[in-house]
């Protein structure tokens, strides 16, 4: 490594990054620092703990597989090139660190709502030359999927409420988290030993106390909302079956984003309007109904994890900037309403898990009738986008419109979106 250590200290790392969410802190020292703190701390466990079989087999797979192991050897290195403190300099460092992450708890911070640690720790390697073909590799995702689910059973647990209390700096419920979290709005009993909440998944997808969101003209079919608490990100209008989705512009591509299999489905929105939002840190987390009507369709999709586009490279904002073509390459859940406004046909709700756990959950199913603002499914851990999509000639105007403020507080679920014609 004394290579990369020489050309490291020749290079001056970037110091901001466009972070969007309150996910991650903008100061790079501060993401550095902790990359260190959480590797130090992995490194402590290892003595004391065999890795996870999950964690095992991601590594043998990847020392097996000669092109992959190049690929990822070589993400790093780029990354340590460039001056930047991942905290690990190796395959097997990174497997301690994730071997870690499986049974970790994320605390309250004042710099930074939640501390992704796995996308703390990939955020350089992935946008490095040798890092696109990594996080699109499908035996690399299919492994780091096993590892995610032991995480999101860990964070299903009773050992996951380490930090839901009321001790600063960490505690979810001390002074200055409970102002950024806004908890008053939500079901909880302080009373209660972690305020009610039996493990950090409850706490993370806590739900709204009635009467928190009212249903924006609830009677006016015409009147379409948020079907989520997120701060709008793009909208789109003549979508194309099959579009150039991997570049800088990234172009909705409905056959990738419905899957090959629902190619009929997707036709059904040739020529129509996106829009898209990006859910932060303390956001609420759960789907709502953005019209009254039927489910008609109700799947996953299984996807890629932290994979960017080259198109950005280094210098924006990684997976921020990498939203609209993380609609057709991520991990989502996709449900379809046919509205009861005829004239507004098919309305298709895309949810995409971005980072971390990545887990959507869906609580509909096909034939299931729904109100404007019925729960539609959730969000586990981790950061994510959604998309509503339209048919041509649907929507006459949305609310939001671009450019659009990355400082402006999100656009609260229930509220007007669009008006349809």
């Known amino acids: 490594m004394a290579s990369i250590a020489s050309t490291a200290s020749a ?77 690990y300099e190796s395959i097997e460092d990174l497997m301690v660190v994730m071997d870690y992450v499986t049974t970790y708890a994320p605390p309250f911070s004042e710099s930074s709502s939640i501390i992704l640690p796995l996308n703390g720790l990939l955020e350089w390697p992935m946008c490095m030359p040798g890092g696109y073909a990594v996080f699109r590799d499908p035996v690399f995702n299919r492994h780091l999927k096993r590892v995610l689910d032991v995480w999101c059973g860990f964070l299903d647990g009773p050992h996951s409420r380490a930090h839901l209390n009321a001790d600063p700096p960490s505690g979810w419920f001390s002074p200055e988290a409970l102002r950024k979290t806004g908890m008053e709005q939500f079901i909880c009993n302080p009373s209660e030993p972690y305020w009610g909440f039996a493990s950090w998944n409850d706490f993370f997808t806590r739900r709204l106390k009635a009467g928190q969101r009212p249903v924006h003209e609830k009677e006016n079919p015409k009147a379409i909302v948020s079907a989520c608490e997120a701060a709008p990100y793009s909208i789109r209008d003549d979508a194309q079956l099959r579009d150039r989705f991997w570049i800088k512009s990234q172009p909705y591509s409905l056959e990738d984003i419905f899957t090959g299999r629902e190619a009929s489905l997707a036709r059904e929105f040739i020529g129509g309007s996106v829009y898209q939002a990006y859910l932060g840190a303390c956001n609420y987390h759960r789907w709502h109904a953005p019209v009254a009507g039927r489910i008609r369709r109700a799947y996953l999709v299984d996807g890629t994890y932290y994979s960017d586009i080259e198109a950005y490279g280094e210098d924006p904002g990684g997976l921020n900037d990498s939203q609209g073509y993380s609609t057709a390459v991520a991990a989502r859940a996709i449900i379809v309403i046919d509205a009861d406004d005829a004239s507004i046909g098919a309305v298709a709700c895309v949810f995409v898990g971005m980072a971390e756990v990545s887990s959507c959950v869906i609580d509909v199913v096909p034939g299931q009738a729904v109100e404007k603002g019925d729960e539609l499914g959730y969000f586990q851990f981790g950061g994510s986008t959604y998309c509503l999509i339209f048919a041509p000639g649907v929507i006459e105007s949305f609310g939001p419109k671009p450019p659009f403020d990355d400082n402006a507080p999100p656009l609260a679920v229930n509220s007007y979106l669009a008006t349809a014609r």
């Open 11 to 87: 290079q001056k790392p970037r110091q901001a990054r466009r972070r969007l969410g309150g996910w991650l802190p903008e100061k790079e020292a501060a993401l550095g620092a902790f990359r260190k703190t959480l590797m130090a701390a992995a490194r402590e466990r290892a003595q004391r703990c065999q890795p996870t079989t999950v964690i095992q087999e991601f590594q043998a797979a990847v020392n097996a597989d000669a092109v992959l192991r190049m690929h990822l050897t070589r993400a790093i290195e780029e990354a340590l090139a460039e001056g930047y403190v991942l905290g």
